[in-house]
């Protein structure tokens, strides 16, 4: 009897212990400015983004475990881009936010706009990456306290939705 509850014992701290491991990552998603001129509002989301097509709806899959990470590009003009959860149980999930990021570079590139205010199409106040939950910044820079005209120091919102409609495009 005194086996059997040892094993017993055992087994529920040995499944805690891994279930505590197996924490769900949340991540912001939104924060840039859309064709219209409005700015997309910031949310959380606990499903996995595609590298490929960061742009895009969330995957099905869960962002659980610790190999996944949240991504924000920070624009210049204040624009916080935040792309979501990325990663992955695979080998590949590693390269996950490396290819995003090269995807969203490419995006900047094809834009004027955010070219000219992030050089070589990376993000002008650098990236993001982290792995707790709503750890990535995300704000629509100037615009997000209602302001209701552009500025030159927003520029690259345009760029962000720009890169926005590329991808949907290309993909």
Do not use: H
Request: glycine letters at 14%; aromatic letters at 8%; charged letters at 10%.
């Amino acid at each position: 009897m005194m086996r059997s509850s040892f094993a017993t014992l055992c087994l529920v701290i040995f499944a805690s212990t891994n279930f505590a491991s197996a924490q769900t990552l949340t991540c912001n998603v939104g924060g840039a400015l859309a064709l219209d001129g409005s700015v997309t509002s910031c949310t959380s989301s606990s499903l996995r983004y595609k590298d490929n097509k960061p742009f895009e709806g969330p995957s099905g899959t869960t962002c659980e475990g610790d190999q996944y990470a949240c991504l924000t590009g920070n624009w210049a003009g204040s624009f916080d881009t935040a792309y979501g959860c990325f990663g992955g149980g695979s080998s590949s999930g590693v390269n996950q936010i490396e290819n995003a990021k090269s995807k969203i570079i490419e995006g900047c590139k094809s834009s004027p706009t955010c070219l000219s205010n992030n050089p070589g199409g990376v993000p002008a106040r650098g990236w993001t990456s982290c792995t707790e939950s709503d750890c990535n910044p995300c704000q629509g820079g100037p615009l997000g306290g209602g302001a209701k005209g552009l500025s030159p120091s927003i520029a690259v919102g345009v760029g962000a939705a720009l890169i926005s409609a590329a991808f949907t495009a290309v993909q």
